[in-house]
C-alpha cells in the first residue's frame, strides 16, 4: 500500500514538474524568441548608435577612394558594410539599404556633433503577412554634452521569401523630425 502511494506521489509530482516546465518556458518567450526580431534589433543598434567612427572615416575619407571606368569605389567601407551589415540583409537590399537610408542618421549626427543612444525598440510581426514587420525605435541623441532627449523612429521590414533570416527590405517612415534635428 505505501509502495502505491509512492509511485502515484512520483507521478503527480512528474506531470506537475512537467506541466511547470512548458508554462515556464512558453511565458518566457519575449521578441528575442523571433530570430527575425533579433535582426532587426541588430541593426537599428548599428545604426542609431554613435556616429561610428570607423565608418564615417572610410565613407568620408578620400583616400578610400579610387575611380575606375569613371565610376568611384571604396572595397574599404564595402568590405565593412559586408562584415557589419551582410549577415543581415540580402545582397541587393544591402546595396539598396546602404544607397537609401543606411548612412542618413550616422552622417548627420557625426557632421553636426551628436552623438546618438540606441535605446530599446518595439517590433511587431504582422499578423496576415508573416515576414513583415513594423518597428518603433527609441534613440537617444545629444549635443555637445546637452542634455540628452529621445526620440522615436518608426520603419518596416520585410524578410526574404527565399532567404531566409535575411531582409529584403527595409525602410524608415516616421522618424518624427529626427533627420532634420540632426541637419542643425
Known amino acids: 500500500m505505501l509502495e502505491r502511494k509512492n509511485k502515484t506521489l512520483i507521478v503527480f509530482l512528474t506531470i506537475i514538474m512537467s506541466i511547470s ?14 530570430p527575425n526580431k533579433v535582426v532587426i534589433q541588430k541593426v537599428l543598434e548599428h545604426q542609431f548608435t554613435g ?8 565613407l568620408w575619407n578620400p583616400k578610400y577612394k579610387i575611380v575606375e571606368n569613371g565610376a568611384e569605389r571604396n572595397s574599404e567601407l564595402d568590405k565593412y558594410i559586408e562584415e557589419v551589415y551582410g549577415e543581415y540583409f540580402t545582397e541587393s537590399q544591402l546595396d539598396f539599404f546602404m ?41 537617444g541623441y545629444q549635443k ?26 527595409f525602410q524608415y517612415g516616421n522618424d518624427n523630425g529626427f533627420s532634420d534635428i540632426l541637419r542643425q
Open 21 to 34: 516546465g512548458f508554462l515556464i518556458s512558453g511565458c518566457s518567450q519575449d521578441e528575442t524568441g523571433d
Open 144 to 169: 555637445n554634452g546637452d542634455e540628452e532627449k529621445i526620440i522615436n523612429v518608426e520603419g518596416l521590414v520585410l524578410f526574404s521569401t527565399k532567404e531566409e533570416g535575411e531582409i529584403g527590405k
Open 99 to 139: 544607397r537609401a537610408f543606411g548612412t542618413t542618421y550616422q552622417s548627420f549626427a557625426d557632421s553636426n556633433g551628436y552623438t546618438l543612444h540606441f535605446k530599446e525598440a518595439s517590433i511587431e510581426q504582422d499578423e496576415q503577412v508573416s515576414n513583415r514587420y513594423t518597428f518603433v525605435a527609441k534613440v
Open 51 to 58: 556616429p561610428d567612427k570607423e565608418f564615417m572615416d572610410l
